[in-house]
């Protein structure tokens, strides 16, 4: 049996989320490794042993700008030519919703997960008093007019290092609720509200838990302070509701060595 000399590659993925039940393979539903997966047995054939790994879990309907992946190749194939392969990959993916680019050669220990120290997202909202047919499943419309000072003091109370059982869900399975909340922002323009958002690692629907209590404050129901209180209540139900998933975006991922936002740049 002939060995094969495989190569782990970086891999920055952007995907529709409104076309995949979230990033991880599963029986029944279709998402976004499964489409990686299936483009990447088309280029390796019976070589294909993938490995994919990502920075973060997306959950079902979550798009992504800068996702991070690693993936096991052939090592020849690659080095024949970097950008024919990224170009490979994206004709087999041209009608699947997921797009490649950027991709960097990395060691084989490296590992998406497991190696990312900061993880960041963005959720946009459409602020405005009738709907957009244009984004009506990119960003999450509010109708009540929000208050993008007040947003911003509410954030402030809980950036840091806490404990945030308040904005976690039920079915989060990490052993421990203690992250650290590096960035948390709001910025208005227009109609649309941008959130920034980056810490070591998230909860189970953690960021979606916090836009929807930021909103509570912004449209008036709260006052900034009491987010502060939710954090300290450790009390999910105390929290206001979960903002839908079409509205969140994974933006970058990072490393002690790149970002997923430096490889794509690389790329041209």
């Not at 042993?49 to 690693?70: K, N, Q, W, Y």
């Not at 919703?97 to 459409?126: M, P, T």
């Not at 947003?151 to 990490?174: E, L, P, W, Y």
């Amino acid at each position: 049996m002939i060995h094969v000399q495989r190569q782990r590659l970086a891999m920055v993925i952007e995907f529709d989320g409104s076309k995949f039940h979230g990033w991880q393979r599963q029986d029944n539903a279709y998402t976004v490794q499964e489409a990686m997966e299936t483009a990447m047995f088309k280029i390796e054939g019976s070589d294909a042993e993938p490995c994919f790994a990502a920075a973060g879990r997306t959950d079902t309907g979550v798009h992504a700008t800068h996702m991070l992946i690693h993936a096991d190749v052939v090592k020849s194939r690659w080095l024949d030519s970097p950008h024919a392969y990224m170009k490979g990959l994206n004709f087999h993916l041209r009608d699947a919703g997921v797009l490649v680019h950027g991709i960097k050669a990395v060691s084989n220990d490296f590992h998406a997960r497991f190696d990312c120290f900061e993880r960041r997202y963005q959720y946009k909202i459409w602020n405005r008093s009738v709907s957009s047919v244009l984004y009506n499943k990119q960003a999450w419309w509010v109708f009540q007019t929000l208050d993008v000072e007040k947003m911003n003091q509410a954030a402030s109370f809980i950036v840091g290092k806490h404990d945030f059982t308040t904005f976690r869900a039920s079915g989060c399975q990490a052993n421990a609720p203690e992250r650290e909340l590096k960035v948390l922002q709001v910025k208005q323009d227009g109609h649309w509200f941008t959130i920034d958002v980056a810490a070591d690692a998230f909860l189970y629907h953690m960021v979606r838990n916090i836009v929807g209590s930021l909103v509570a404050v912004g449209i008036g129901r709260w006052q900034p302070e009491y987010m502060q209180t939710l954090l300290l209540g450790k009390n999910r139900c105390a929290a206001a509701q979960t903002a839908p998933a079409h509205g969140l975006y994974f933006t970058d991922a990072l490393y002690p060595a790149f970002s997923a936002q430096e490889i794509s740049g690389l790329m041209g």
